[in-house]
T-cell receptor, first 110, second 115 residues
């Protein structure tokens, strides 16, 4: 049973615009949330994270929002750049284990 | 440079054979993990290890085995009992178990194909 869900398998956005990636989770024991970026045939690289005690964390062009009551997480990328084209995974931690969503493929159009 | 090294990058296996995927880290991390990625799916946890000489099954451990004899190394063996082994395998490590605000670092992955 998938505890972390990314319901949009793909997202296409114009360069310079905002990309919004969404993630829903079911396990209320998750205490830490992360976003990873992945290129084909490579390992994921860490982007940004947020603790369950916060509702927002910002790092440059990347902002993660957490709505605990809705069990919803989102990643905003502003402005989107061609190098942002990749697969983005949402992950959530429960004690020892990181659970991942299925990923959203982002394509940034020139 | 510190990091996680997985080898080989590509691996071909005949049906019925066991193969071992290597994972080495020089980050001095205590915890190590193996994930599997299939198309259209997220990363699924196979095994994890908190410390040397200890490891636990993840969500999809059947058909796999691991060892943790050294802190730096966490090899994964894909046995003939694994029914669908063709996938992309990722090794990861974290600085510690249950520590707050620490991300997992990943290797570059091994693409295993059964021929």
């Amino acid at each position: 049973d998938q505890q972390v869900k990314q319901n949009s398998p793909s997202l296409s956005v114009q360069e310079g615009r905002i990309s919004i990636l969404n993630c829903d989770y079911t396990n209320s024991m998750f205490d830490y949330f992360l976003w990873y970026k992945k290129y084909p045939a490579e390992g994921p690289t860490f982007l940004i994270s947020i603790s369950s005690i916060k509702d927002k964390n910002e790092d440059g062009r990347f902002t993660v929002f957490l709505n605990k009551s809705a069990k919803h997480l989102s990643l905003h990328i502003v402005p989107s750049q061609p190098g942002d084209s990749a697969v983005y995974f949402c992950a959530a931690r429960d004690d020892y284990k990181l659970s991942f969503g299925a990923g959203t493929t982002v394509t940034v159009r020139a | 440079d510190g990091g996680i090294t997985q080898s080989p990058k590509y691996l071909f296996r005949k049906e019925g054979q066991n193969v071992t995927l290597s994972c080495e880290q020089n980050l001095n991390h205590d915890a190590m993990y193996w994930y599997r990625q299939d198309p259209g799916q997220g990363l699924r946890l196979i095994y994890y290890s908190q410390i040397v000489n200890d490891f636990q099954k993840g969500d999809i451990a059947e058909g796999y085995s691991v060892s943790r004899e050294k802190k730096e190394s966490f090899p994964l063996t894909v046995t003939s009992a694994q029914k669908n082994p063709t996938a992309f395998y990722l090794c990861a490590s974290t600085i510690g178990f249950r520590l707050m605000n620490t991300e997992a670092f990943f290797g570059q992955g091994t693409r295993l194909t059964v021929v």
